[in-house]
């Protein structure tokens, strides 16, 4: 066979070798990420750990793997378990509404609203001798209201079973971490020098540090809301307290599911200047600590400019969805690094040429 046959034979399998190990991960991609964020996050307790088990890696890398269980899988199947009992909760409320209707006179604070007050008594009216408008009225709430809990239902599934799979890599990736970080290091050395171990040191700060501002601010959230709770009466506190701490740092909607909801049943139950309150805490107060905290928070842990920070952010998450919150930042951390190099060297190009120059 004909020596470049032979070779171009080669490089085409590696090629197919290489999609097919690419197609084989990608389902994978983002849950491996986030496994690799966790275990650079939390490697001091790993190596601690280590420490204490006499440098037994498995036994480190279990440990850390059962507190994680414990941290992140046991809050969520919690609320899973909270959210279908709500479900049912609110089934009871409306299923004697639409089996008997409406009381025939509406609520004295009802007519008492201010503009909508008249009017909103006349359609209860209304509804209540019309049973066919007030069924209507019922499924156009009670379907939505299905299909969103089946939805939310599904997302917890979903992301129990990612949360089992991302402790599942963290222990291997434990386990082994001195050959993966002797790899990255050489690795890193070989292919750009000093300035490939500069990029993998941002990397690691930019990631932890992105970890620390959103874990934080979530907790700083989570013990604004439970103040609101308390003050308010709202009742299941720990679980309302943990659920705001977990979609918190969900981008976009985050805690506002919670503080709503409470506000919501505050209202229904009559409470309506608590309500007003919930509403005004969780607007000015639980929210307020998302937007200004968190990139506070990561741009001093991370050491990058706070505009870096909240485009990395933001662009992040549109782009990769949840693991963007990592991604983003990262990726515009070390594009910084890469164009400062890139101007340094320029700069330095453009000083010899002109001393060049003047010798001449």
């Known amino acids: 066979m004909n020596p470049g046959h032979k070779q171009l034979i080669q490089i085409a399998l590696v090629a197919l070798l290489l999609i097919g190990c690419i197609a084989v991960l990608l389902p994978f991609t983002g849950t491996l990420l986030f496994a690799i964020v966790i275990c650079v996050t939390t490697l001091p307790v790993r190596n601690r750990l280590l420490r204490l088990c006499r440098g037994r890696s498995n036994l480190a890398a279990l440990l850390v793997s059962i507190l994680l269980l414990l941290l992140l899988v046991a809050p969520v199947a919690l609320l899973s378990g909270s959210l279908a009992d709500g479900v049912e909760v609110a089934i009871r409320y409306l299923k004697p509404l639409m089996e008997n209707g409406l009381p025939a006179e509406p609520p004295a604070w009802l007519a008492k609203l201010p503009i909508l007050g008249r009017d909103a008594a006349a359609y209860w009216r209304e509804l209540v001798e019309s049973r066919e408008e007030m069924n209507n009225l019922l499924h156009q709430f009670v379907d939505p209201t299905r299909k969103l809990a089946l939805a939310a239902a599904a997302l917890l599934a979903q992301g129990l079973l990612q949360l089992v799979l991302v402790i599942f890599f963290v222990f291997f990736i434990f386990r082994d971490a001195h050959i993966y970080a002797d790899a990255l290091h050489i690795g890193s050395r070989t292919l750009g020098g000093d300035l490939g171990e500069r990029m993998l040191a941002l990397a690691e700060g930019t990631v932890t540090g992105v970890m620390v501002g959103i874990v934080g601010t979530a907790a700083a959230q989570a013990l604004v809301a439970m103040i609101g709770f308390l003050v308010t009466g709202v009742p299941g506190l720990i679980i309302l307290t943990v659920a705001t701490f977990f979609f918190s740092m969900v981008p976009v909607v985050g805690a506002t599911l919670i ?46 400019p706070l505009l870096l920070i909240v485009v990395g952010v933001f662009g992040g998450v549109l782009v990769f969805g949840f693991i963007g919150l990592f991604l983003g930042p990262t990726l515009l951390a070390l594009g910084q690094v890469l164009i400062r190099e890139w101007l340094a060297h320029a700069e330095s190009r453009a000083a010899a040429a002109a001393e060049e120059g003047v010798v001449q």
């Open 259 to 304: 503080w709503l909801g409470a506000a919501v049943w505050l209202y229904n139950e009559g409470q309506t200047g608590w309500a007003v309150f919930m509403v005004l805490w969780g607007m000015f107060g639980i929210s307020s600590v998302d937007n200004f905290i968190k990139p506070i928070l990561i741009s001093r842990t991370a050491s990058l």
